[in-house]
Nanobody, 125 residues
Framework: QVQLVESGGGLVQAGGSLRLSCAAS????????MGWFRQAPGKERECVAA???????HYADSVKGRFTISRDNARNTVYLQMNSLKPEDTAVYYC???????????????????WGQGTQVTVSS
């Protein structure tokens, strides 16, 4: 079992920045792919960024050039640096982990085995 705990959410003005962190504990390993998903009220959960065990990344078109996903395997932590935030980025952000050394980042929620509890990000206009 892997436990994931997100932190770093909050309220920020449009154009501002936040960095989300996801700390993993339990049966941790560098052989997990990691993803950041978000869900806004009335909308489906979507993948905003994902990273493989080897560091290959994927970004949703809506966040390319503004968000950066990274991982620190020594600290069992994944980060999501969010810059130039927009009101439409407002959502609950979830961290997720998927077992396996796959070459391509997972972008569908069904691919992931473990989930954090989520952290709220609110961007005011």
């Amino acid at each position: 079992q892997v436990q994931l705990v997100e932190s770093g959410g909050g309220l920020v003005q449009a154009g501002g920045s936040l960095r989300l962190s996801c700390a993993a504990s339990g049966r941790t390993s560098s052989s997990y792919g990691m993803g950041w998903f978000r869900q806004a009220p009335g909308k489906e959960r979507e993948c905003v960024a994902a990273i493989t065990w080897s560091g290959s990344t994927h970004y949703a078109d809506s966040v390319k050039g503004r968000f950066t996903i990274s991982r620190d395997n020594a600290r069992n932590t994944v980060y999501l640096q969010m810059n130039s935030l927009k009101p439409e980025d407002t959502a609950v952000y979830y961290c997720a982990a998927k077992w396996g050394r796959t070459p391509v980042p997972g972008t569908s929620s069904y691919e992931y085995d473990y989930w954090g509890q989520g952290t709220q990000v609110t961007v005011s206009s």
